[in-house]
């Protein structure tokens, strides 16, 4: 018999315990910045070394923490469930923590893509993406990162994933950045959905919807007691 489908939508507040600032609790600045100057064309049209050195400081960070009970619990879970995580965050404590198939929406931390030829996608090693880093047609290297007013381009598989859960979990988002907020439309009604979040999100209500008002590692336990 095939295991059932247990699909996750995660956002930067599964990350929070394991000391990763998520971007809505600092007044919608990421890290001191306006996010257009860090995250967008037109900040790195303006100023790539802002840009790079932005995405140097979170890759600094990230490389040091470790994934948090949430992370793990989510791991855990591929035991009994086929389990595919969508996640909006950049940072890789969903591997680290050891599950075996995430989609980065927003892109990856770690990797680096050209300016010429976005098929052509690089490891970071370390920390460091410097100007002068090129691809191998010579040109610059740019942060591997979905930014604001780009094309989300794995958003089509993230919703076929979602049409075809058995059970759905959200947990550390804020929904509001789209189109990864309008995967939970995609949901079938039948469908058990947890939403789990310290201050949760306003949803509009629909069936099977269960609202868990707490931090990532307590609320996801509370969903694994409810799952079995
Ligand atoms: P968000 O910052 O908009 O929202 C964070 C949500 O997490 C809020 O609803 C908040 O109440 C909740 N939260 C706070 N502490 C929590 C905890 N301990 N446990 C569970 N939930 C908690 O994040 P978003 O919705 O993911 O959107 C922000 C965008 O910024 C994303 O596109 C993402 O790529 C980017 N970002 C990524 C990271 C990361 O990779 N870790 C960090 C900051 C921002």
Not at 42 to 47: I, M
Not at 64 to 82: M, Y
Request: hydrophobic content about 40%.
């Amino acid at each position: 018999m095939s295991r059932r489908k247990l699909v996750v939508l995660s956002g930067a507040g599964i990350s929070a315990e394991s000391g990763i600032p998520t971007f809505r609790d600092a007044d919608g600045l990421w890290e001191g910045h306006d996010v257009m100057e860090v995250a967008s064309p037109q900040g790195w049209q303006r100023n790539p070394q802002l840009v790079l050195d932005f995405y140097n400081q979170r890759r600094k960070v990230a490389r040091k923490v470790e994934p948090n009970r949430g992370h793990s619990i989510l791991a855990e879970l591929e035991e009994e469930f086929e389990v595919v995580i969508i996640t909006q965050n950049v940072d890789d404590l969903h591997e680290k923590a050891g599950s075996s198939q995430v989609i980065h929406l927003h892109g990856e931390l770690f990797k680096s893509r050209s300016t010429v030829d976005p098929s052509l996608i690089y490891d970071v090693e370390g920390w460091e993406l410097n100007w002068g880093d090129t691809c191998e047609k010579g040109s610059q290297l740019r942060p591997h990162i979905v930014w604001f007013g780009e094309m989300v381009p794995m958003m089509e598989v993230a919703a076929v994933h979602a049409q075809q859960a058995d059970i759905f979990i959200v947990v550390g988002t804020s929904l509001v950045v789209y189109p990864a907020a309008g995967l939970l439309d995609y949901v079938s009604s039948s469908v058990p959905k947890y939403i789990v979040d310290p201050n949760m999100p306003s949803v509009q209500s629909r069936p099977n919807l269960h609202l868990i008002e707490k931090i990532g590692s307590e609320g996801l336990q509370e969903v694994l007691e409810r799952l079995f």
